[in-house]
């Protein structure tokens, strides 16, 4: 495995259990995720789709699934013209819980050079989106509306 | 939020940031070569840059390499930037409802 080109940390006051239903729940990804449902039946070897409404966002396959602590898999944009054809890369999410907190990191690496410029602005703001969300009951205002404002 | 604030507060630590953001996933060594700083030096803002999550290390071996972890710095944004445009954004999303809604009724 190639080492990672980013790595991201964000501490939540929630719990293990709680953050890995918000990763893989998709009537909870649409809330915090730029309105995209994240689908599969998270078994190793299985599709995972990011729908927005009928568009198909991100593409890819379950490689870890071991919740609470450990979910892993490929991602290949979809939705913009050229991405596709490039390799696949990898994201990994890892929970540790952390006295009251839950620590989530999130990896992503073997990045292919135009699939790496899009993305790597994107999760900042998902992690803060998926923060606010799990501790106030309420996702990033921008992240809600940017959905609308954006799509179709 | 105050570690953060703290972190960000220092120059020599906005350079490591900034040396980061150009090449992430460095080692000390790597960072010592392209900063005018002493390796203690580097070693201990590092160390400050981690505590308040700003910097995130992975090991390689025994290599131990260094993220930019941007995302605290999202918090603060989104504290004392985003929700003041929070009005303007609901504004543009009410707008392009009532364009979109114009449309269809027209279309009719």
């Known amino acids: ?152 | 939020m105050d570690d953060v604030f703290k972190a960000l507060a220092d120059p020599g630590r906005r350079d490591l940031l900034d040396a980061l953001f150009e090449r992430n996933g460095q080692t000390l060594g790597e960072l010592c070569a392209r900063l005018d700083m002493t390796r203690q030096g580097v070693s201990k803002h590092l160390a400050i840059l981690e505590a308040a999550n700003l910097v995130v290390t992975t090991r390689r071996g025994r290599e131990k390499l260094h993220y930019l972890n941007p995302v605290p710095i999202n918090d603060i944004a989104e504290r004392w930037i985003n929700k003041y445009d929070e009005p303007r954004l609901q504004a543009l999303a009410d707008l392009k409802r009532a364009l979109e809604t114009t449309r269809e009724r027209e279309g009719r």
Request: proline share 8%; with cysteine; glycine share 6%.
């Open chain 1, 1 to 152: 495995m190639e080492t990672p080109q980013f790595v991201y940390t964000t501490y939540i006051a929630t719990t293990p259990e709680k953050l890995w239903e918000a990763l893989t729940n998709p009537g909870f990804t649409e809330q915090y995720w730029s309105e995209s449902r994240v689908q599969s039946d998270w078994t190793v070897g299985s599709p995972v789709r990011h729908m927005r409404g009928e568009t198909l966002m991100i593409a890819g396959e379950v490689l870890v699934c071991d919740p609470p602590s450990h979910l892993a898999y490929t991602w290949s944009v979809r939705h913009i013209p050229g991405y596709a054809n490039e390799p696949p890369s990898r994201v990994d999410f890892e929970i540790e819980p952390l006295g009251a907190d839950v620590r989530l990191t999130v990896t992503h690496r073997d990045l292919a050079p135009a699939t790496l410029t899009l993305i790597s602005g994107g999760w900042p703001l998902v992690l803060s989106s998926l923060k606010s969300l799990l501790e106030t009951g309420r996702a990033l205002h921008v992240m809600r509306l940017s959905g609308q404002i954006v799509t179709r």
